[in-house]
């Protein structure tokens, strides 16, 4: 008996338990009986412990290097380290959907351990919802991808992992990324329980927007890692290129942006709710299609998977996906009737839309552009492409108008808001935006459009800037100092300020961007020891080439030094590493030395011998702005996600429009109705999760 | 007030006797709608890149002024570097059918004969396949494409 005999064992009885649950749920729910309940949720639990087992059993099979498993064999050998070897776990397709159908399952414990706060008439079918999904999977791991599966001879070695994945965004980067892609499975099953249900009071807005923060959270994670990954492996010189498997991954993540905007006009106003539904649904058919995409081979990508015929489950279940929620829609559409009307365009609500209508639009054209090699093949009979020229200059202008929005969006009040207090509002970042425009030909911008980006950055940074001084300059007044009153601040609105910590994040991430995209200088140069190349400023002084031999691997370096301005930065050392086992595929060793805000992002493209070099550079300004901005995200994230203390007694569900929202009653009063009338827009009511 | 028959949104039409969206709704609605579907058309055709197969490209009569794409598997003892001019020749072959392709610029990584490569550049009818970009088909990151060696 092998641990993967145990693992595969652990598969079946986990499908078994799936398919169990998923019945009782339904059966409890249909007769009311809560014992039946209570059994699924253990049920769940189960299936979660199982698929812990079936993982530990796929990990200790490649720890232990039981190459008798076809997939431990395809994917690790002796060599690598023991990080790269349990890496390897999802390094493959088969293991990389058992790793999905382990994160559905915690993700399901999870949600049945904390459930005591969700409706009780929606849990059973929020479990099934995400019963019937992880029993999809299990059929799939137990049938066509099974990671378990033994080879008739045990090979003494295994052929290792890809050299471009033995880098330690691999430890961190695809687990995020597909936590992120299954996450949406959870919304998804509340927007499917409400719909069978018809209950979409506010407790269940407030889970199933929590659940929403978190998968984007993961998934903005999951995004930014895998550009910073592409950034220091692949050696392009950049992080975005606008792939198809990278669209996917953007896709859902752009729709649960959306959502999480609309959803506070559903919130406060009863309004918007068949189109909250529509964008959680459309969060995770996207996200079962970027898997189908990236796995079918149906479109043509720079990432090759492995071409099995796993696609057409994915297809037939994405189908699946599409016509049980339509029809739900439609069962339930009668019931889901705005309470409140449209007053203003110049109102949140009225920004709200735009934002939506942008990111969508934004998600459209992306996908346009990702399935443009089908559409054309259907329309005209011949396979069209499109490459990023297209996604740049479709998306850069609405993601510039949808920053404007951002910026503009927080100052508006409610329901309508009258000209002079928007200009009130306005009047500074709108000068602050002025300047920079002014300045900027100064300093050597001279392309019209990255001064329009920079200027509406300047815009938006400026007027969340000026939020936060207002709202701590209100505290202030009341005996507290500066840091502490932004500290109060953010942690008694978690929600706008945590917003206003994503929107800073974004605007730092479109200005680096911006910079790196107009402003990039790229030189290639072979020289001889002794030469020098000068590029934007900056001298590369090539000394010659290192050779250095480690366990498995062998290193070609070149000794380079960086100066800039004439003055001494050091050594930098640009190399090919190649492997064992693909000796034939070495791995760039990218030097990228930042200085300031700007990287010197240096490859060693060929080498011949000791002392000659083809040294390629690409100055990048302001792409250290792109990861800061990209944690600042995360952040503020996490800040609007973060759990508060439940407090006893507020209700803030059945309010009035129009009257200000009773903030949250904590603290001194005086500070938070100052702040109600202070700030036009301030209005928000704060939810108590 | 105008019945909402465009909606912008999924926004339902509302209950009975009230007012439906307002107009200003509407216009603005329609105007990003019509924006967005603009920039996505607009862009679309200047940007489209046909994806031909080698025999395709043979009768091709736009290409010499139209961008083409190509995907190919690189042949073995094809690669005929200049190290001095960047420059890279080789041949790419789809099934029996066979092009040269000549290409200035950095080679990726995993560029070596055996693996797949999309080309994407002019080509003129004869002499070889002006590349102006070179794509490798990367093994992916979940799956070792490579074979063993």
Redesign the interface.
Known sequence: MHFSDLGFIALILGLGCAVYTGCVAVLGAQRKNTRLVESAKRGVLAVAFFLVLASAALVVSFLSHDFGVSYVA??SNLAMPWYFTTAAF????EG?LLYWALMLSVFSAIFVVTARRVAPVLAPYVMVTLMAIETFLLIVLITVSNPFARLSVVPPDG????P??MDPG?LI??PMLLMGYMSFSIPFAFAVAAMITGKLDSAWLRSIRRWMLASWSIQTAGLILGAWWAYHV???GGYWGWDP?ENAALLPWLTATAFLHSTMVQERRG??K??NL?LVVASFTLAVFGTFE?RSGII???????YSDIGIYFLVFLVIIIIVSTGLFLYR?PK???EQ?????VSRE?IF??N???LV?IA??TL??TI??LI?AALRR??????P??YE??NG??FIVLILAMGVGPLLAWRRTSSRALWHNLAVPALAAALCAAVLPLAGVRDIWANVGFAVCTFTAGAIFYELWRGMLVRHRHGEAYPLALYMLIKRYRQRYGGYIVHLGLVMLAVGVIGSHFFQVQQ?N?LKAGQQMHVAGYTLNYIGNIEETGPGTDTVKSIVQLWKDNQYQGFIYPG?IFYQ????????QISITTIGLTDVYV?L??W?GASEA?I?VFINPLTSLVWYGGALMLIGGVICWWPERRRKGIQVNSEMPGIPGVAAPLGPPATTVEQGEKQVGQDDKEIVV | MQPALAA?????I??RR??R??L??II??LA??AA?IY??YA??Q???????TVSELRNCTTCTTQSV?V?GVVQQGSIVRN??Q?LVTFVIAQGAQRLPVTYNG?????F?PGI?V?V?GHYTGQGPFQAQNL????????????P??
């Open positions: 395809q994917h999802y390094g493959g397709q990389s052929v290792g992992l890809n471009l994945l691999m980067h695809p692949l050696g392009w498997v309004m918007l068949v189109w529509v990236v043509s990508s720079v990432h090759s998977f492995a559409l889901l009737r705005p009307e449209f007053d203003s365009v009225g839309l735009l939506n209508l942008l639009g459209f054209a346009w552009g443009f090699p054309s011949e396979t069209m492409t499109v490459g020229p297209f200059s479709v202008p609405i290639v072979t090919r086992n693909f000796g034939n595929q070495p791995a760039s490859l493209a060929d011949n083809t390629r | 912008p949104t999924e926004e339902k509302p209950s009230r007012k969206l307002p200003s709704f603005g609605g990003i709608l967005v920039l996505v862009n679309t200047a940007n489209a890149v046909y994806y031909m794409r995907a190290d001095q960047q950095v080679v990726p990584d995993i070596r797949e999309v994407e794509l490798a088909k990367c093994p992916s990151k979940f799956q070792a494409a490579t063993t060696p």
